[in-house]
């Protein structure tokens, strides 16, 4: 299964109303394009971060009233699922397609994660790009770009890791849909491999 790239179509799910509808179109517009980054991506990350990694792509099942208000396929070490683990995403909001590295708040390790965050921010600091961003919570579609954080406010969100229970931790690429609708299939694909590359180290910290 080949990727295509995204289109308005598929940003436009998320305008349907009704849990229903908007999940019919999710399965039928969206799900078949995470698939197919899922099966893309699976090798190259698990030749990259070392451990074989499986994809799931999100089924939103314990839904009962409120539809999806994005979507994703994650990637991780375990085929029986993601959120536990350290992990990588690539998803969409109506607004724009993200690319993550991501530690959640059900992941057991989040306090000795955050401590080796805190122990290696002036590396992390330096080498994480510009225009990359991090979030601390991945219900969000807000994120901080990495340049207009100063290193005590990372610091803090680092920080936040060890002490909060809901805290998490997320770092990669946004795009947004006016871009990324005028992608390329084929460069959306180099550019999300761009992007795992760059936060591999942050894979291999956890």
């Known amino acids: 299964m ?19 509808e908007r999940m019919e179109a999710l399965k039928s517009q969206i799900r078949p394009k995470l698939e197919a980054l899922g099966q893309h991506f699976a090798p190259t990350l698990s030749s990259l971060a070392g451990d074989e990694m499986h994809y799931h792509v999100a089924k939103h099942a314990r839904r009962t009233k409120n539809p999806p208000k994005d979507t994703w396929v994650a990637f991780a070490s375990n085929p029986r699922g993601y959120k536990m683990l ?31 965050l805190e122990k ?7 080498q994480i790009p510009k225009d990359f961003y991090w ?25 936040r890791l060890q002490t909060v229970k809901k805290a998490e931790i997320l770092c990669g690429m946004n795009i947004p849909r006016e ?3 005028n992608i390329s299939g084929e460069e959306m694909l180099s550019k999300i ?3 795992f590359k760059e936060i591999l180290p942050l894979y291999k910290l956890a």
Not at 151 to 156: A, N, Q
């Open 120 to 126: 290696n921010i002036h590396s992390i600091y330096k």
């Open 179 to 181: 871009q990324a609708v």
């Open 193 to 195: 491999e761009f992007v």
């Open 2 to 20: 080949s990727f295509s790239g995204f289109t308005q179509a598929d940003f436009n799910v998320f305008n349907i109303d009704g849990l229903d």
């Open 86 to 116: 350290p992990h990588f995403q690539i998803g969409l909001w109506e607004t724009h397609v993200f690319i993550w590295f991501a530690v959640i708040y059900e992941a057991p390790n989040k306090e000795a994660f955050g401590k080796k």
């Open 135 to 159: 979030s601390g919570d991945h219900m969000k579609p807000d994120a901080n770009l990495h340049s207009e954080l100063t290193k005590e406010e990372l610091l803090t969100m680092f920080t």
